[in-house]
């Protein structure tokens, strides 16, 4: 959560830097060249939760594209296979797992996301 370094066999290597994707976070004080906030997440089964080592993926930033360079039938056959990790028992993590929003819909917890319009409060 929050930290995606440069794995440490690329750094003995002399990579400075190299893209990295997430659906996570990341803290303010880390660095590099990233995308992050990845939705649908991998935890849902998302296209990230396909992707394998040595798989190419082309990044678009004037389209703002991300393509897996795999065929639709390589990634169906990967889809078919993925299995969701188990979700947890009970506690604020069961909570946040069974109710949080992708990023895409603003990472909110879904029951505090309103449906209708309130009217505006009187000031006085």
Do not use: N
Not at 19 to 30: E, K, N, P, Q, V
């Amino acid at each position: 959560w929050g930290m995606l370094p440069i794995p440490k066999k690329l750094l003995k290597e002399g990579v400075r830097d190299m893209l990295r994707i997430s659906d996570a976070r990341m803290s303010g004080t880390s660095y590099g060249a990233c995308i992050l906030h990845v939705s649908p997440e991998a935890a849902i089964g998302g296209t990230l939760a396909l992707v394998e080592s040595g798989d190419m993926i082309e990044v678009d930033v004037e389209a703002r594209t991300i393509h897996l360079d795999v065929p639709e039938a390589e990634l169906q056959k990967r889809r078919e296979a993925w299995q969701p990790k188990p979700v947890v028992g009970r506690g604020y993590e069961r909570m946040f797992a069974a109710h949080i929003q992708q990023a895409h819909d603003g990472c909110d917890f879904d029951f505090l996301t309103g449906t209708e319009r309130l009217p505006e409060p009187e000031i006085h």
